[in-house]
């Protein structure tokens, strides 16, 4: 891999855990309001 | 049935990743996995279940309706992926599809497949867990039905595919009403009926006038096997038995005069641009104006329908216009 690749390559992988962790992050929000809203039935 | 489906998978990888197709190496893009998700076919997908869960007698948190739909839309999402996986081969051979993320080589087909279902089955987790499994199970059903039914097996076999694919399109509104009121009725079946009807109308008209290579590539798509005569024909025939469908919410006192008099009005438009599209040859040298237009009122008319029907319910639920058109209605 050239230098040009391996840069790329992180690059990718970066904003690739960027949105899994933004999508984590908004599903452990989602299921704690969910959870407050179950609780409240 | 299930060992000739997984073959004709693998064979259709193994064709893509050593000789079709040169797959990169690179991770995919985060953009490519949420393109694999056809996200324009999606807003059309939100629009109705919202259409469904507002539309449904009583309410729903709205912490729990934003789950819904997004359960729903996940969904949808991960069985267009799991459609784009099976059919990157097919893809490949044609102009509109050749630049996907799979095609094209910039995804490896596991990654697609493995993200379709994921997506799919955490989807219809969420919608059971928060929601309820009724509504998870038909989520479920959805999924198989354009993932599996539509997508694998009947599509590459009858050119009566789009008919049946419709039923694929008319879930979301269904699962939407489900997931308000925790039954099936006959007010959320008609309106699975509604898009049911409407999607070969719809789609054969953009197939009149859209040159595709669908033949190329051996999908059995109507004006190419049966021929146009017989299309237009159909175009009109289905036209003929949506209107009725569209009309009985009113005519079943699921809804007030409002959308009583709106679906009696775009069914008579449906009518007067689907005649002469049904009925005509095409000319030498052909715009196929008629078909373009007929298209185009088709969208509008679903769109108009659904949101005709959502301010009906509302509206009727503030009591600020009056009952259906028979009291006590089945609805």
């Known amino acids: 891999m050239t230098p040009e690749e391996e840069a790329e390559f992180k690059r990718r992988q970066k904003s690739r855990n960027l949105v899994v962790g933004g999508t984590l992050l908004f599903f452990a929000v989602l299921f704690y309001a969910i959870t407050l809203v179950r609780m409240g039935d | ?9 693998e064979t259709s990888q193994s064709v893509d990743m050593n000789t079709a197709v040169q797959t990169t190496n690179m991770p995919a893009e985060w953009r490519d996995f ?8 999606m807003t059309l997908v939100v629009f109705t279940a919202i259409c469904g869960l507002l539309a449904a007698p009583g309410s729903i948190h709205p912490v729990l309706g ?10 949808a999402g991960g069985s267009a992926v799991i459609n784009q996986w099976w059919e990157a081969e097919i893809d490949a051979g044609m102009k509109r599809t050749e630049n996907r993320p799979l095609p ?9 497949r493995d ?20 509504a998870a199970a038909m989520l479920l059903a959805a999924i198989i039905y354009y993932a599996v039914i539509y997508t694998m097996w009947l599509k590459p076999r009858t050119p009566q595919n789009i008919v049946i694919g419709g039923g694929s399109g008319a879930f979301p509104p269904l699962i939407g009403w489900i997931a308000v009121t925790g039954e099936i009725t006959a007010m959320p079946v008609l309106l ?6 409407w999607t070969p109308p719809h789609f054969w008209a953009l197939a009149l006038f859209m040159k595709s290579d669908y033949a190329k590539v051996g999908i059995p798509m109507m004006p190419v096997v049966a ?4 299309t237009r024909r159909q175009i009109l025939a ?3 038995l949506l209107a009725p469908v569209a009309i009985a919410p009113w005519l079943i006192g699921g809804t007030s005069w409002l959308y009583g008099s709106v679906s009696v009005v775009l069914s008579v438009l449906f009518f007067a641009l689907a005649l002469p599209v049904g009925t005509r040859t095409r000319a030498k040298e052909d715009a196929m104006a008629q078909e373009k237009l007929l298209f185009k009122f088709s969208i509008i008319y679903l769109f108009v329908l659904f949101a005709a029907l959502v301010a009906d319910r509302v509206l009727a639920a503030q009591g600020l216009i009056g009952p259906g058109l028979f009291s006590g209605g089945i609805a």
């Open chain 2, 115 to 134: 993200f379709g279902l994921f997506l799919s089955g955490v989807s219809v987790f969420i919608m059971g867990v928060a929601i309820g499994w009724l």
């Open chain 2, 34 to 41: 949420f393109t694999l998700t056809k996200p324009r076919v």
């Open chain 2, 1 to 9: 049935m299930w060992r000739a489906l997984l073959t004709n998978a």
């Open chain 2, 66 to 75: 934003f789950t819904a739909i997004l359960a729903i839309a996940m969904g």
């Open chain 2, 238 to 240: 289905y036209t003929v």
């Open chain 2, 227 to 230: 021929g146009e005569r017989s």
């Open chain 2, 192 to 197: 699975f009926a509604i898009i049911f009807m």
């Open chain 2, 104 to 112: 094209s080589g910039r995804m490896r087909p596991v990654d697609a």
